[in-house]
């Protein structure tokens, strides 16, 4: 049994980044509408997550760490399913297997709130306490108990900001969520929570790149466009500022890149690259999406009409900023 959860838990957990990525996902899920992430040392040996969500009520909680079992349903023809499918349930249970856990949680409405603890192959324990509405779950020590994955985590400092790479998509995502990040005692990100995309990209990206900043806006083909994408003159050096996200969920489309630097060709120099987030709202049936479930590239059966919408919205953003 311990074995069966050491090796399901490593195709959820590979890295601290995939815990905070699945811990703050849940966070979303549950309602909230703040959300405190910390980690010391890379988040190897402490990540905190704390929201103001919908909680868990006591009964619950120990469900909530059995394998395959998920609160929430499960349709296969949402993006968001799809996405993760794979890990539907498991990932409370793959995180307690390789780590040690605690959770505070008080669920919307309730007298008290309760402790549990566990991990690795501690026996849990589940205890009454007084805590704030939501939920908060500690992770400490990961990988104390697998050697082998230990010795595959990069320096703190990598491990870090992979983590940070997450959250800034995350944030970028969910503009109506305050995000705070916390890495060893300083504050990295803190996102307001007010619901406008260009208040996430500021508190993600700084001001200069804030500055250069072009509204996009733009339907083809039953294909929304919407976000910003930075002027030609806030081009960048490298590729890692183009985001996109597909029904609220960010992605990587290699037919989003190729025709967002098309639409930029011959407006910046050959070596830089525009910057870019941009929403892409779709029915799904329309494209038939192939998500692969843990690298986020999206591939679609018919390219052609991402490739025109993503261009076109693109060109006529890069027109109206060159009046
Ligand atoms: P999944 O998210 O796929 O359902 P998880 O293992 O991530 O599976 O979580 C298991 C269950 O625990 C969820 O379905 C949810 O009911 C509960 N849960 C986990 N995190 C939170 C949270 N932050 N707030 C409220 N409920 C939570
Ligand atoms: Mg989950």
Do not use: W
């Not at 993600?204 to 083909?221: A, D, I």
């Not at 989003?256 to 910046?268: D, N, P």
Request: charged share 25%; hydrophobic share 40%.
């Amino acid at each position: 049994k311990q074995i069966a959860e050491l090796i399901a838990a490593g195709e959820v957990v590979e890295r601290p980044s995939s815990v905070i990525k699945e811990l703050v996902e849940n966070s979303v899920d549950s309602g909230a509408s703040v959300i405190t992430v910390e980690i010391r040392n890379g988040g190897i040996t402490f990540m905190r997550v704390t929201d103001n969500g919908c909680g868990i009520a006591p009964e619950d909680v120990p469900t909530a760490f059995l394998r395959h079992a998920t609160s929430k349903i499960v349709r296969e023809d949402d993006l968001d399913a799809i996405g993760t499918l794979g890990f539907r349930g498991e990932a409370l249970a793959s995180i307690a297997a390789v780590a040690h856990v605690e959770l505070l949680t008080r669920a919307r409405g309730a007298e008290t709130g309760c402790r549990y603890t566990g991990g690795g192959a501690e026996a849990p324990s589940l205890e009454e306490a007084g805590c704030p509405e939501g939920t908060t779950i500690l992770v400490r020590d990961l990988f104390f108990n697998t050697p082998a994955r230990m010795k595959f985590l990069k320096k703190d400092s990598t491990e870090g900001n992979a983590i940070a790479g997450i959250l800034d998509k995350i944030a970028l995502s969910h503009p109506e969520i305050s995000f705070r990040f916390l890495r060893d005692g300083k504050e990295q990100l803190h996102t307001p929570g007010d619901n406008k995309l260009s208040s996430a990209i500021y508190a993600v990206y700084g001001k200069e790149f804030y500055s250069t900043l072009l509204p996009v806006e733009y339907e083809l083909n039953h294909i929304k466009v919407a976000g910003f994408v930075s002027a030609p003159s806030g081009s960048r050096p490298n590729r890692s500022m183009q985001n996109f996200f597909i029904n609220g969920r960010y992605i990587r489309s290699r037919t989003a890149g190729v025709a967002l630097e098309e639409a930029y060709k011959g407006s910046i120099m050959v070596g830089k690259f525009p910057a870019c987030v941009l929403h892409l709202s779709l029915s799904l049936e329309a494209v038939d999406v192939n998500v692969h479930p843990a690298k986020l590239e999206v591939r679609f059966v018919n390219e052609r009409p991402i490739f025109d919408a993503v261009y076109h919205a693109v060109k006529s953003a890069l027109a109206v900023g060159d009046k």
